[in-house]
């Protein structure tokens, strides 16, 4: 059972950068591959980054791809998702996922499914 709980989100303007974190409290995330999703109101939730167990591997959706990085502190059991440029079309809740145990192929961690794990999301609303 890994239990994960995002922060970092806010308020801000267009232009501006924010840092989601993503912790979990048992070491056993550190063989997890963990993704951040997003889901604006009224839409489905979509795939926004991911990274390997292994931290040498990444993904990012064409929508937030250089903007966006994610990346994982082991030591702190935390993954992190450095949001610049903001806009207003990243307004969304965020969530992170993971999935352990498992080897990573970016494709198939594109999706809710491959996930067994989630956190309750945290708000970013970016204003014009």
């Known amino acids: 059972q890994v239990h994960l709980s995002e922060s970092g989100g806010g308020m801000v303007q267009a232009g501006a950068s924010l840092r989601l974190s993503c912790a979990a409290s048992e070491n056993t995330v550190r063989a997890c591959s963990v993704g951040w999703f997003r889901q604006a109101p009224g839409k489905e939730r979509d795939f926004v980054a991911s990274?390997?167990?292994?931290?040498?591997?990444?993904d990012y959706a064409n929508s937030i791809k250089g903007r966006f990085t994610i990346s994982r502190d082991h030591a702190k059991n935390t993954v992190s998702l450095q949001m610049d440029s903001l806009k207003p079309e990243d307004t969304a809740v965020y969530y992170c996922?993971?999935?352990?145990?498992?080897?990573?192929?970016?494709?198939?961690?594109?999706?809710?499914?491959?996930?067994?794990?989630w956190g309750q999301g945290t708000q970013v609303t970016v204003s014009s």
């Open positions: 990274i390997a167990w292994t931290s040498d591997s990444t």
């Open positions: 996922a993971a999935k352990c145990y498992e080897s990573y192929n970016a494709a198939d961690y594109r999706a809710e499914r491959k996930y067994d794990y």
